[in-house]
């Protein structure tokens, strides 16, 4: 799906261009709140400990255009970023497994499936809240697993032919409700539309959107509101 960009450096010439900047060069941790401006010439290093968007989210802009300029197949339409006319729900099953609620609430198992009964309650809650915004399922689960959430009114599932595709569709959603998933993040880090998570005990990371915070919701769905979400 994915093509080198003109400006990469790849092979002998990587390793020998990284040799020849390393002394003096310079390192930006994300997530440590503690960024540094970047040298005009050098060496930087970036990196991460831990998933996260923080230190980021001025650059959205650049990032958004170099993934579409790697794409082997670039989009005809230029994607429009969270301004669609739908909200969008990421369920991510297939390499995901089945846990205990209390093992998701505690965020103690990597790779932890959310309960399609959450998703159920979530999307009947923006349903009676925005009753004429339709809902797109987007998922690696069998039609037969989603059968229950597919069956709920103004909800239909949504399958790109790539997975690339995939996430530029829910990266266009005007509200996105996301999996325990960091496709779902980039979605979200992509789209910066208001989106909506499960409250889990782990500390929250930083919010991948900018225009509204993230919104955490276990059973009480009731803090799903018109101006919570701040949907326009």
């Known amino acids: 799906m994915f093509r080198a960009h003109p400006d990469e450096v790849g092979g002998p010439m990587k390793a020998l261009r990284l040799a020849s900047l390393w002394p003096g060069h310079t390192r930006i941790q994300l997530g440590t709140r503690q960024l540094v401006s970047a040298p005009r010439a050098g060496l930087t290093i970036v990196q991460a400990t831990e998933f996260s968007f923080e230190g980021l989210h001025q650059h959205r802009g650049m990032i958004r255009e170099r993934l579409l300029e790697i794409l082997t197949n670039p989009p005809v339409v230029r994607p429009n970023w969270g301004s669609g006319d739908y909200a969008a729900v990421h369920i991510r099953l297939g390499d995901f497994v089945q846990v205990q609620p209390e093992q998701i609430m505690t965020g103690t198992v990597p790779n932890m499936r959310i309960s399609l009964a959450w998703y159920d309650r979530v999307i009947r809650r923006v349903r009676?809240?925005?009753?004429?915004?339709?809902?797109?399922?987007?998922?690696?689960?069998?039609?037969?697993?989603?059968?229950?959430?597919?069956?709920?009114?103004?909800?239909?599932?949504?399958?790109?032919?790539?997975?690339?595709?995939?996430?530029?569709?829910?990266?266009?959603?005007?509200?996105?409700?996301?999996?325990?998933?960091?496709?779902?993040?980039?979605?979200?880090?992509?789209?910066?539309?208001?989106?909506?998570?499960?409250?889990?005990?782990?500390?929250?990371?930083?919010?991948?959107?900018?225009?509204?915070?993230?919104?955490?919701?276990?059973d009480d769905c009731d803090v799903i509101t018109r101006e919570s979400v701040a949907v326009t």
């Open 128 to 218: 009676s809240v925005f009753p004429d915004l339709p809902i797109h399922i987007f998922s690696d689960g069998r039609e037969d697993e989603l059968a229950d959430i597919l069956a709920l009114e103004g909800v239909r599932l949504r399958r790109e032919p790539t997975d690339i595709g995939d996430l530029l569709a829910l990266a266009q959603a005007k509200l996105l409700i996301g999996s325990n998933s960091t496709f779902s993040r980039w979605a979200a880090f992509l789209g910066d539309m208001p989106s909506i998570w499960l409250k889990t005990k782990m500390p929250p990371e930083q919010p991948t959107s900018d225009r509204t915070a993230i919104h955490y919701v276990a």
